[in-house]
T-cell receptor
Framework: DADVTQTPRNRITKTGKRIMLECSQT?????MYWYRQDPGLGLRLIYY???????NKGEISDGYSVSRQAQAKFSLSLESAIPNQTALYFC?????????????????FGPGTRLTVL | KNEVEQSPQNLTAQEGEFITINCSYS?????LHWLQQHPGGGIVSLFM???GKKKHGRLIATINIQEKHSSLHITASHPRDSAVYIC??????????FGTGTRLQVFP
């Protein structure tokens, strides 16, 4: 079984609808992330959570919200979807960073959710 | 100017060729990551390095902190190496910045 799972894998929705993307992990990691990937652009960070009580905005958080329901679960919501939120969304996890500093640990990615907003 | 630049953007090779993908960055970093994105979309972490060189099978990653440059080498390339290779830099501000990727196609 995959260590990081995302549901749904594909979703087509209409402008204005509320959408929730879910991420679950069995790796026991504290840190979880949501990214979006657009053609021709690098992955961009939407939100990240270093533990259940610690949630932080990334570089493109406008239009999105998140919920860390438990160590293993991190959900991304689009309150009112718009067409430019059409993208591939990835959840990732990593263990607590070592003394060398943040982002020195490997990130483990989910399979991605392809979201289309019409 | 992007903080992380990869070159080339696209690369084609014949099976068996030695391949080099480059990554340059313009900021101070805590670590550099190389990732592989399969044609189906899944992303796998290949390396994390903050200095020197790492090797895993036919893959070798190097980093030169002074020159702010990293390379990913693939020896004896194979069609199954066809993928997008992504460089990402970890910053001391907790940000991870990704390059746009290098699309590699290896033909038999």
């Amino acid at each position: 079984d995959a260590d990081v799972t995302q549901t749904p894998r594909n979703r087509i929705t209409k402008t204005g609808k509320r959408i929730m993307l879910e991420c679950s992990q069995t790796k026991g990691h504290d840190r979880m992330y949501w990214y979006r990937q657009d053609p021709g652009l690098g992955l961009r960070l939407i939100y990240y959570s270093f533990d259940v009580k610690d949630i932080n905005k990334g570089e493109i958080s406008d239009g999105y919200s998140v919920s860390r329901q438990a160590q293993a679960k991190f959900s991304l919501s689009l309150e009112s979807a718009i067409p430019n939120q059409t993208a591939l969304y990835f959840c990732a996890t990593s263990p607590r960073y070592r003394r060398e500093g943040p982002h020195t640990d490997t990130q483990y990615f989910g399979p991605g959710t392809r979201l289309t907003v019409l | 100017k992007n903080e992380v630049e990869q070159s080339p953007q696209n690369l084609t090779a014949q099976e068996g060729e030695f391949i080099t993908i480059n990554c340059s960055y313009s900021v101070g970093i805590s670590a550099l990551h190389w990732l592989q994105q399969h044609p189906g979309g899944g992303i796998v972490s290949l390396f994390m390095l903050s200095s020197g060189k790492k090797k895993h099978g036919r893959l070798i990653a190097t980093i030169n902190i002074q020159e702010k440059h990293s390379s990913l080498h693939i020896t004896a390339s194979h069609p199954r190496d066809s993928a997008v290779y992504i460089c990402a830099v970890g910053m001391f501000t907790d940000k991870l910045i990704f390059g746009t990727g290098t699309r590699l196609q290896v033909f038999p």
